[in-house]
């Protein structure tokens, strides 16, 4: 199984990214896809999921306002856009995959993770 993400970089506050992941090895079409980050001295946190029929859920409503999380099924290819940046965004952004729901697993228990990809916020 492999995830990689792409579309990290540095973007000023109140700019717009769009990351992707690209996944292989999966049963694409019965696995739940999502989003988590890590910033310096933090621990991973959850963004954002989606299942297999596109039902999506997110982590806060604050984020859910400035985060679409999107997946294509003929593709195998997740996509997180992500707009309104702020400072506070600044962190490496992690494509997961999982058979369960991602909201409801920890971290440290998630199946299948991409290496990550880094999203700097200037203010």
């Known amino acids: 199984v492999q995830l990689v993400e792409s579309g990290g970089g540095l973007v000023q506050a109140g700019g717009s990214l769009r990351l992707s992941c690209a996944t292989s090895g999966l049963i694409f079409s019965i696995t739940t896809m999502g989003w988590f980050r890590q910033a310096p001295t933090k621990e991973r946190e959850f963004i954002a999921a989606?299942?297999?029929?596109?039902?999506?859920?997110y982590a806060s409503d604050s984020v859910k306002g400035r985060f679409t999380i999107s997946r294509d099924n003929t593709e195998n290819m997740v996509y997180l856009q992500i707009d309104r940046l702020k400072p506070e965004d600044t962190a490496v952004y992690y494509c997961?995959?999982?058979?369960?729901?991602?909201?409801?697993?920890?971290?440290?228990?998630?199946?299948?993770w991409g290496q990550g990809t880094l999203v700097t916020v200037s203010s």
């Open positions: 997961a995959a999982d058979r369960r729901p991602l909201s409801r697993v920890p971290p440290r228990a998630v199946e299948h």
């Open positions: 989606v299942g297999w029929g596109g039902g999506s859920t």
